[in-house]
């Protein structure tokens, strides 16, 4: 099954931080540009964070400076370091390539109190 599994969240006071750690499945990974998406209650599904195969990136402007994508292709694995969060940071983080060649996972809650 080609599939991701997210890991890390949890509750955070603001101005704290957070790693988040998805394992894809299979060898085409490392040929992937991955994302990491989130979703608060309310609101679209919004790409924050994108990697390409390479290692170059890209973060939407809310993001930029507070948050790090990174990948290791020998381990299928693509995280997101994130720092000085704020309570708009909350929501169901997820990752997935850009073209949502996996299926879905269940996500990592993040929740930043104020």
């Known amino acids: 099954q080609v599939q991701v599994v997210e890991s890390g969240g949890g509750l955070v006071q603001a101005g704290g931080s957070l790693s988040l750690a998805c394992l894809a499945s299979?060898?085409?990974?490392?040929?992937?540009?991955m994302g990491w998406y989130r979703q608060a209650p309310g609101k679209q599904r919004e790409l924050v964070a994108s990697?390409?195969?390479?290692?170059?990136?890209t973060y939407v402007d809310s993001v930029k400076g507070r948050f790090t994508i990174s990948r290791d292709n020998a381990k299928n694995t693509v995280r997101l370091q994130m720092n000085s969060l704020k309570p708009e940071d909350t929501a169901v983080y997820y990752c997935n390539s850009l073209d949502h060649y996996y299926r879905w996972g269940q996500g990592t809650q993040v929740t930043v109190s104020s």
């Open positions: 990697i390409l195969k390479r290692g170059t990136t």
């Open positions: 299979g060898i085409i990974f490392q040929f992937k540009t």
